[in-house]
């Protein structure tokens, strides 16, 4: 509340959000209300919807600025106040703080923001605090707040997103799945940078704005085969965003390498199957290829 320096219409755990979001914008919380009110001056009128507006407006300033700095996703506190977004979306206003916390059995435990050292978290108490698994967030806080992080989450595939991370759990989705999937992501545009940075990235000739999504078959010791008729050819197999290539290795020939235009035609087919020598269908580690004119498999390695 006013009080303690917080925003009246807020509910405590949407008042811790947008404090650290005033941290990351170096704009203090009064600054933050007064600028949402005059850049939506008919929003106030509702005060049925002012606390989650005003808080929305928080959230995605804060994460604009946050995806600007590069491997944000690595930052454990941000993924945790990410999460604490959706929780707040879910319990924006005063009034709905105070019913939820008269109406819970145990004693709630104010979280403060003191810590001047830090812009997401007080202490390893508070921390302690909002870090807690049986909290969970529902699809309509994750589609107002996820998004705003275009490499997370987007406007025509969230909803599927979500039923996949909360499929174990009645469609609500807990703090650690949520936290495991931003790891991964993490791991997966790592791997990509060092890739793309790599020599192998710099011997194709991709297009602008082309990224090497995947590779296999890159260590010398395990290559990638790539089986035609009873031939199998050991090479490096690479899936970008534009295409798939196969950049064989042959006695005598050198490296040669063969696109497939995954853009252009959408009557190409690539899914998992068999294969083996002399098409004996043995192992499952296989890619096919297939379009109007020509099957391939490859055999991961």
Known sequence: GAADGGIPQLSSVANSVVSRCSRILAVATENLQQSY????????????TYARELLEYCCHKALHEVTTRPDYLSDMNLRRLMFDMMLAWENPGAEEGLLKNNSTSCNPVEIEDEDEGSIFYANSTSLAVQVNDMKTVGLSAF?????????????????????????????????????????????????IKGVMQSSLASSFN????????????????????????????????????????????RVGYGDKIVKYDLATDSNQVIKRDFTGPLGVRLFDKAVMYKSSTLTNLFRLS
């Open 37 to 48: 009110e005059a850049d939506f001056p008919d929003n106030c009128k509702e005060p049925n």
């Open 143 to 191: 589609t107002r707040i996820a998004p705003s992080c275009p490499i997370i989450a987007d406007l025509v595939t969230v909803h599927n997103l979500f039923d996949a991370l909360t499929c174990s759990s009645g469609g609500r989705l807990h703090y650690f799945v949520y936290d495991k999937y931003l790891k991964s992501l993490d791991r997966v545009f790592r791997s």
């Open 206 to 249: 991709l297009d602008a704005g082309e990224c090497i999504v995947a590779i296999d078959g890159d260590k010398p010791i395990h290559p990638v085969l790539q089986h035609i008729g009873i031939s199998a050819w050991p090479g490096t197999l690479i899936l970008t965003t534009h295409a798939l290539y196969f950049q064989s290795i």
